[in-house]
């Protein structure tokens, strides 16, 4: 069985108001010539296929082409899954009836427990899903954070092993050992901070993961992001984009890398030395800008555009140290119970809990009393 493995298209993206939609267009034929010149016999999409629960009209046609091109032109069987940013209800929209074309998306919790067999080998299907779905699916309420959630699931999906089937889990979330890597990934929670333990993970053969956008946010044979197919945010500048390319019998796994439409470059100099280097840069590309003057410069901003269009970020280097000075002198001054609310806040974009403020508190005075 070989299947390309791809997630998080965003279909809908934009970047800082400039639409990417021409550009997944694009990249889109760049998987389709993959698929079929290396002659693939599915393609998985681990989802966040949409990158808004209520995508736009525009957004909706471009997805429903590109899946069309795939399942019913090309003949690819299609396995996808619900991620964090679609909306599960609406993507489901007309499911039944869609694996009869061998298309498969799966968005609810109780289908993955019924594997889609393609060949040799069988799919299960997870999407992206709550705690509180996990402990009301099993009537437990023991269940209190995602690996004990994932350990559960995994245990009720092994009763359909076929012994003779290699077993390969399609996901979305956050695994052990995994770095969050741009600023484009959605922080998420799967019903508790623990993430995924790999080990909970090694009943499969394979595991197909979308969420973080890079290939790199996790080392592990088996177990594997692809990242998304295009960059996304200025921190993802960097990342080489692509998908995997998988046989599961005998096992392998390839890089299959996807060469971007308008790449984003990162650029730090003077407004004269910008101006002068702009004709050998990309006209059409997209830029980060770091201005060093020190001095006011009047309609910066738009007197760069005329020699790099699509800026979607412009910083001064003397303001952003003069912030991380200021922002340093504030944290050396705050109580550890702020510091610790403060990082609790930028970590996982939630505020303490009453809970755990009180364990907070009670430990912090615990620690203060001993010295």
Known sequence: MR???TADWHIGK????FSLLDDQRELFKQIEGVAKAEQVDAIVIAGDLYDSSIPNESAVRVLNNMLKQLNLTDKFPVLAISGNHDSAPRLSTGA???SFQNFFLQTSLEGAFNPVVLGNTQFFLLPFFGIQTVRNYFNDPK????DL????IVAEMKKAFAPDKKHVLVAHFFAAGSKRTADSETLIEVGGLSPVSTETLAPFDYVALGHLHNKNALHDGRIKYSGSPMKFSVSEAKQEKGMWLVDTEPFQVKWIPLKPVHDIHLLKGSFADLVKDAAQQPTDDFYDIE?????????VLNRLRAYYPKIVALHRTVFAQMIRNQANAKRAQ???LDLLTDFYSETTGDQLSPTQLRVAKSTLSEIEGRK
């Open 334 to 336: 705050a109580a550890p």
């Open 291 to 299: 201005l060093t003057d020190k001095g006011r410069i009047p309609d």
């Open 3 to 5: 299947f390309l493995h």
């Open 96 to 98: 039944d009836w869609f």
């Open 14 to 17: 934009t970047l800082n108001g």
């Open 143 to 146: 269940i209190k954070n995602v």
């Open 149 to 152: 959630a994932m350990q559960r």
